[in-house]
């Protein structure tokens, strides 16, 4: 079945580590998205990609990193530089990221990141 | 930045109660999408709907653009529609499709 699949469901870092969360789509969409969303708030962007080896900030992108070496992997690795990780990560994909392209997005399971 | 208001923030309904969900947006858009996420943290697509009328089982979604709002109407409520509805927007004049999503309403369906 084609679809987005993140892992792990849940993750566990010491301070100071860095850790990579996956996002992998056999959508063959161009565009794909990480979000954040914390308890009791809506998703945050924190980076998108509108196709292969490019990719923008989002609203919250301070601590974070990507990479999108391939169309249907776009991995996220949350740095020690990022203050707060504790938060629910989501990753998204579309047919294209343009205004005009007015399609939808569609959702991964999510990854649960926890400080230890 | 484009802003996205939902209400009301939570609700609570007997089962079989119908009930409507309101997302007010700031600016035009070129997307506008519902999710219901469940109490696993699941997003689902409900419509996909920047403008007009669709309906999917006891579900109905109707945006008007012109006046920037879109409402979810959840006929004859299950508990199984208990969760979090969030509202989602994206292209408001901007050159990509980034969504924007409302902080929610927290629908609780009792038997």
């Known amino acids: 079945d084609g679809g987005i699949t993140q892992s792990p469901k849940y993750l566990f870092r010491k301070e100071g580590q860095n850790v990579t969360l996956s996002c992998e789509q056999n959508?063959?969409?161009?565009?794909m998205y990480w979000y954040r969303q914390d308890p009791g708030q809506g998703l945050r962007l924190i980076y998108y990609?509108?196709?292969?080896?490019?990719?923008q900030k989002g609203d919250i992108a301070e601590g974070y990193s990507v990479s999108r070496e391939k169309k249907e992997s776009f991995p996220l690795t949350v740095t020690s530089a990022q203050k707060n990780p504790t938060a629910f990560y989501l990753c998204?994909?579309?047919?294209?990221?343009?205004?005009?392209?007015?399609?939808?997005?569609?959702f991964g399971d999510g990854t649960r990141l926890s400080i230890l | 930045g484009i802003q996205v208001e939902q209400s009301p923030p939570d609700l609570i309904l007997q089962e079989g109660a119908n009930s409507t969900l309101r997302c007010n947006f700031s600016?035009?858009?070129?997307?506008l999408q519902w999710f219901h996420q469940n109490p696993w943290g699941q997003l689902i697509n409900l419509f996909y709907?920047?403008?007009g009328t669709k309906q999917n089982g006891r579900l109905s979604a109707t945006t008007v653009a012109t006046e920037r709002y879109s409402l979810l109407y959840i006929s004859s409520s299950q508990t199984t529609d208990s969760g979090v509805y969030f509202c989602?927007?994206?292209?408001?004049?901007?050159?990509?499709?980034?969504?924007?999503f409302g902080t929610g309403t927290l629908l609780a369906v009792q038997p």
């Open positions: 959508l063959n969409h161009d565009a």
């Open positions: 998204a994909s579309s047919i294209g990221a343009g205004a005009r392209d007015n399609q939808p997005q569609h």
């Open positions: 990609s509108q196709i292969v080896n490019d990719f």
């Open positions: 600016d035009s858009v070129n997307n």
């Open positions: 709907i920047p403008s």
């Open positions: 989602a927007v994206g292209g408001g004049g901007g050159a990509t499709n980034k969504l924007i």
